[in-house]
Structure formats: structure tokens, C-alpha cells
């Protein structure tokens, strides 16, 4: 069966901003066709959330005044196993603003940013162009990640702002696949339930 790890040479190195893409060897409920934006990455342990798992809960109901700046479908998305009880928010700045200088960012990558949520959603909305809320993360202590990138589990590859405010009718696990080098677009096409093919 093909996983997709053994099409990686030179893997990208795990880091804020990356991609963790579950291959097709994770069969776990939890991470089955997932993809994890990550957050943080030292010696200490990884933190991301996955971006592609939409709950049925309304960013209104939850926290109605970040409501308006919600990426569409305006839903809080589930992060992750971990702390599923608090929330957690990711925004892309616009064009022209330097993350590093806003107290109420901080910086993953480029113009991603967590967002402390006890800002003024009024005043993000003049440095954002849209946020995401996700309630819990996933999280990997120290050579966790390592142990199961090692085992084919994941495929790092770069991420884009636009991963991470990507409409719930996008297919992101299939999308990120098809933009990697040859032959992991490859792995795109493969069912969800493979016994069915």
C-alpha cells in the first residue's frame, strides 16, 4: 500500500508555518485525511491544529463578537484532541501590515498570526482580512512527532495563508497533495474508503 512516506527524500523540515498531512497509513479517526497547520515546533514538542475538521458549532454561538470577521463558513472548526474546551484563533493579516509590530498578534509565518482573542475584533478587522477559531489542538510532545514521521505517519510540505481560511467545500488534504512535487499528487486520489474502490 502506498503512505506516501516513501516518496519523501528531502522531507521539509517540520517548523512554524509548515504542513503535517496525514498519509494514507493514518487510519485513526482522530487524523484520518487530515491536515495539521503548525503552530509551533521546538525542542519541547509540536503544537498545530488541523484545518479540514468543521464542527456544527456557529462562531456566533461561541464568541459572537469575532463573529463578523470569521473566515466563511463562519463556523468554529475542531483543532484538535487537545483542550477542546478553550478556543484558539489564526488570522491572515493584509497586505502591508507588519505582524511583529500589532501587541495583539503574534506571529507564526509570514502574515499568520494567533490572535489573542481578548482583543477588539473591530480593530483586527482594520489589520486582517479574516480569522479562523478553532476549539482545541493537536499536540505532540518531545520526539513524538519524530517517532511518527518516522513511521510514514505524516508528509511535511509548506503551507499557505490561504490553507488556513480555505472554504469547508474544499477537499484541503486532496488540494495541498496536488500542489507537491511528483508523484504525491499521486496520493490525491486516493478513496477515502479504499475497500469500496
Not at 38 to 66: F, K, Y
Request: charged residues 20%; glycine residues 8%.
Amino acid at each position: 500500500m502506498v503512505s506516501g512516506g516513501e516518496f519523501i527524500h528531502d522531507r521539509p523540515e517540520v517548523a512554524p508555518g509548515a504542513l503535517l498531512i496525514a498519509s494514507t497509513a493514518l487510519s485513526g479517526e482522530t487524523f484520518v485525511r487530515t491536515v495539521v497547520y503548525v503552530i509551533e515546533h521546538d525542542e519541547q514538542g509540536t503544537l498545530g491544529v488541523v484545518l479540514n475538521r468543521m464542527s456544527d458549532a456557529a462562531v456566533h454561538n461561541i464568541l459572537p463578537r469575532w463573529a463578523d470577521l470569521a473566515a466563511s463558513p463562519r463556523a468554529v472548526f475542531v483543532g484538535g484532541p487537545v483542550g477542546t474546551s478553550s478556543a484558539l484563533c489564526l488570522g491572515v493579516a493584509k497586505a502591508g501590515v507588519d505582524v511583529a509590530k500589532q501587541p495583539k498578534l503574534h506571529q507564526v509565518l509570514g502574515p499568520v498570526a494567533m490572535v489573542d482573542l481578548d482583543a477588539d475584533p473591530e480593530e483586527m478587522a482594520t489589520v486582517l482580512t479574516g480569522v479562523r477559531i478553532f476549539a482545541g489542538y493537536a499536540g505532540w510532545e518531545a520526539g513524538q512527532l519524530d517517532d511518527e514521521l518516522a513511521e510514514s505517519s505524516w508528509i511535511v510540505a509548506p503551507g499557505l495563508p490561504t490553507d488556513l481560511l480555505s472554504e469547508p467545500s474544499v477537499d484541503i488534504w486532496q488540494r495541498v497533495l496536488q500542489r507537491q512535487p511528483w508523484p504525491l499528487p499521486l496520493l490525491s486520489t486516493y478513496p477515502l474508503r479504499p475497500e469500496d474502490n
